[in-house]
């Protein structure tokens, strides 16, 4: 992760040069003239520069304060890139650990024109006492500036790319610096596809079990007794979705997690809280939605409804924005590659199918209230009424045909 820890040296080095290559491969060496950079570079034992070997495919060795590399000519230039980023990185104060190596190279191939000193720009510091909280990838750092420039911004996208722990840090960060009054915390009651039954407790303890995920979120970034002060002085608050009805939020950072799980009827219910000097966060995952079948997205719809307006920001990540454990990156490609096979296998729906049956049913009960008008001796009264159907569907009007 990178954070904030001071060296003793600046940083110092040159640009990287090239060396005469081959037909199937390039060369190139990375001279680094300070030798605290350089030792925050390699790593211990070389592990940092091991890492950036096997995640970028090229050799990576070291030979006195020089770096030499060799490989394909795209992941060499990939490999420069990090290693001149990383040294300035490095000598203004950050670490890089060999956990930064994948995402730090990820995000240089998807983003030819990205620069790993750009995540400076975006730096979280919510307190002096705790490490501030860096994007990682293109996305984040995208995600990050929008909620700085817009009042009203959605994240959406898969599980672990960092959606609501980046809000979250904005809110502590503007509330901390007296930004806001407040800060609002607030999901949708639903279970994960199970059923808990009637859970023991007053309200507080009831609700807690869903929003747990925020107040760690939380406590990561604040100390435990400086969070339960701001609850208690109202600085701080959490509460289900449905208890928004009816507020308005002035002067407060809101932010709305799980939002997939949304009803359509709630997402408008939220939107139209905002008041004066109010900043709102939207983040959800469209394709984990635990509502009832038939029961419409309200996330999904606001993403269809909104994303054209001005001055509400959408930000959407990939695959390539994951920061959980690398497996979950593999696994959220996996599900989506079975989501567009089986919208390929599904059916074309028959639109038409209800529409017939309702008026087959409608027919049938007009013949039935014609024949009992009929046995009852009322049929004076009654006015024929056409119909579209075919012609087996017709009931004759003359009584001997009946």
Known sequence: MLASKALAEPSS????QRLPMTQAEVRAQFEVNSTSVLLALSGPQNRLLGELARQSGADVSLRGNVIHLCGEPDEVRVVQRFLSDAATLLGKGFEIGTDDVARSLRGLRNDPEASLTEVLDEVIVVTQRRRPIVPKTPGQRRYVRTIRTHDLTFGIGPAGTGKTYLAMAKAASALMAKKVKRIILTRPAVEAGEKLGFLPGDLAEKVNPYLRPLYDALHDMIDYERVEQMRARGQIEVAPLAFMRGRTLNDSFVILDEAQNATSEQMRMFLTRLGFGAKAVVTGDVTQSDLPSGARSGLREAWQLLRDLEGIGFCTFTEADVVRHPLVQKIIVAYERLDRELAKAAPEPEP?????????????????ARVKLRHEGETEGVEETPETGSEDDETPTDPGQA
């Open 352 to 368: 038409n199918r209800d529409e017939e049956r309702t008026r087959a049913a409608a027919r049938g009960a007009l013949r039935r």
């Open 13 to 16: 080095h040159t640009a990287p």
